[in-house]
């Protein structure tokens, strides 16, 4: 069961991250570094939306979860978490900061490829993303033990700072 979710859901996020930069013949993406964020803007005729983004990769280089922070209009901000298919829903996701206690956010929905945690408007979330220097993502795949996976927190403030 293991390797049967390891390989299908890790090859579809990682099918989801490289979809999200194809462009269509009326886009434009360009992207900028922020030690390990980057940020991606895609603009569409005369708008453009950008995201603060980190993908975490395993030993053999696959897709295990996606970071996604974004501004759709000046008053809101989202979190956008994607992890693989088969998470224990019941379980949802936690974020931890500097070894702190947990943040755990609920998985709002899944699709075909991964399954989401969506944050709107989470000062809490954000201040602990700007002020940290490294964070665990946990979440436990439905009858197995819990997956934890550390993530950088090196360049986010910058990152997050250059969304328009």
Known sequence: MRNLFGSVALVGLALSSASA??????????SQRFKDWESICVERASTTQCRATQTLVNQQGQTVAVLNWYR?????????????LLVDLSQ???????????????????NNVA???LAESDQELLDNFKRGSGG??????????????NFSLQGFSAAYDSLK
């Open 21 to 30: 930069l194809a462009e269509g013949p009326d886009e434009k993406t360009t």
């Open 72 to 84: 759709p209009n000046a008053e809101r901000m989202v979190f956008e978490l994607a992890v693989p």
């Open 92 to 110: 949802g996701v936690a974020v931890s900061f500097d070894g702190a206690e947990p943040l755990k956010r609920n998985v709002r929905f899944c």
């Open 115 to 117: 399954c989401f945690v």
């Open 136 to 149: 665990t993502l946990s979440f436990t795949p439905f009858g197995q033990q819990s997956n934890a996976l």
